[in-house]
């Protein structure tokens, strides 16, 4: 299959928030150009992507996966789901031997155990060691497996043959999220899987310096004689028009994805599937850091949205030297410069024969980026096009 990229840029104006805190509760930061601008990290707005796809029904419950310590609860619940007649205690010791046969290490944790101790209660159930990432297709074949051998099941996945089994589940049919993001396991490499998608750090395209919020909250119960606070307290903040930017790869999407959801669609139908959902999401999603205090719900000024051969390119370059505002507001010199630079980069080292760009935009400000391609005027008709695009190029012969 031939090499297939993806890159979508975006453009989006929060108010005052904190998105995304660091270790003393302020808004993550970083350098870029000399000065200090806001920025968002790429593990935070991955994980929106995540529950965006859940949240909004984007995609089969199938095709979505759990990362989780609690491997063998999961699993367990996925045994007594297929067979009724299996009592708990029996799920969890199958699902914790048939979890360590796939290549997962794990125990029963020491604070668990030692509070269940106390309390006279039920021994704790075992956690893997690490957090574990697998497809809602990988825990219905375990769990399968695991009631092929409940009559001895520790003597029934000694076997070459059932061990290799149990590895091979774990490492086959990856749902959509674990396809797009990949999946580590240190202990374990041969099941880890190479992510799809690259998610840059989301950074203003201007100078932010935080800014500290004194807030004090009065105890309804005081009479006029009681004066003060009941509670005094600083929350961190930032407002900034951030560039954001992923580049995914849709052949090695594909290489992940591999078998799709019915046995029975073309080889296209999977990858064209996660593509929509991939720009619904990336483009609509939101991390929720204090996301009550501040109520910071918007959604990107501009998108474009860019289907190449070529390697990636992000276009942050274009906002090395910061904007600077006028009193008018950051937006427009953004949109203008990204439209300047996308189309100097890619005049550069584009392929203008085989890519093809989309832009979605609201508003007069984001103006010049309709020139760079063609306008779409709703978020599902960029999706739709973006994923017929991909699956008309993953049908042309190599």
């Avoid at 009550?292 to 030297?321: M, Q, W, Y």
Wanted: net charge negative.
């Amino acid at each position: 299959m031939n090499r297939i990229f993806l890159d979508v840029h975006a453009l989006q104006t929060v108010p005052p928030s904190n998105l995304n805190r660091d270790d003393t509760g302020a808004p993550k930061t970083a350098v870029y150009g000399g000065v200090p601008r806001a920025r968002v990290s790429s593990q935070a707005w991955k994980r929106a992507i995540r529950t965006y796809f859940r949240d909004e029904h984007l995609l089969d419950p199938a095709e979505l996966g759990v990362r989780t310590k609690k491997v063998v609860e999961l699993l367990a619940d996925r045994i007594t789901g297929l067979d009724a007649s299996v009592d708990r205690e029996t799920a969890l010791k199958l699902a914790d031997e048939t979890v360590k046969a796939a290549g997962f290490k794990t125990e029963v944790p020491k604070r668990k155990a030692d509070q269940a101790k106390k309390d006279g209660g039920a021994a704790p159930a075992p956690e893997s060691k690490y957090l574990v990432f697998l497809s809602s297709r990988q825990l219905d074949g375990l769990a399968r497996l695991a009631l092929d051998g409940a009559a001895d099941i520790t003597a029934f996945l000694k076997t070459k043959e059932n061990k290799a089994r149990a590895k091979e589940l774990a490492d086959t049919r990856h749902s959509v999220d674990i396809a797009l993001f990949g999946r580590m396991v240190a202990d374990i490499a041969d099941i880890n899987v190479d992510a799809a998608v690259q998610v840059a750090h989301a950074l203003s395209v201007h100078r932010v310096d935080n800014e500290s919020d004194y807030y004090t909250a009065v105890d309804d119960e005081n009479t006029e004689e009681e004066t003060g606070a009941g509670m005094i307290g600083t929350v961190d903040f930032n407002s900034a028009t951030l560039y954001r930017y992923a580049a995914l790869g849709v052949h090695q999407l594909a290489a992940n994805l591999g078998q799709g959801l019915r046995d029975d669609e073309p080889r296209t139908e999977p990858v064209r599937r996660a593509v929509e959902a991939f720009v619904q999401a990336f483009v609509s999603s939101l991390p929720t850091g204090k996301i009550n205090t501040f109520g910071h719900h918007t959604e990107p000024d501009a998108v474009v949205v860019k289907l190449r051969t070529t390697r990636p390119i992000s276009c942050v370059a274009a906002f090395e030297d910061p904007v600077r505002s006028d009193g008018g507001g950051h937006l427009r010199e953004a949109a203008d410069r990204l439209a300047a630079y996308a189309s100097d980069v890619e005049r550069a080292y584009g392929d203008p024969e085989t890519t093809l760009t989309w832009v979605l935009r609201v508003g007069p400000a984001t103006q010049k980026l309709a020139e760079l391609g063609t306008e779409t005027g709703t978020l599902r008709e960029l999706a739709t096009a973006v994923g017929q695009a991909v699956a008309e190029r993953m049908e042309k012969p190599v």
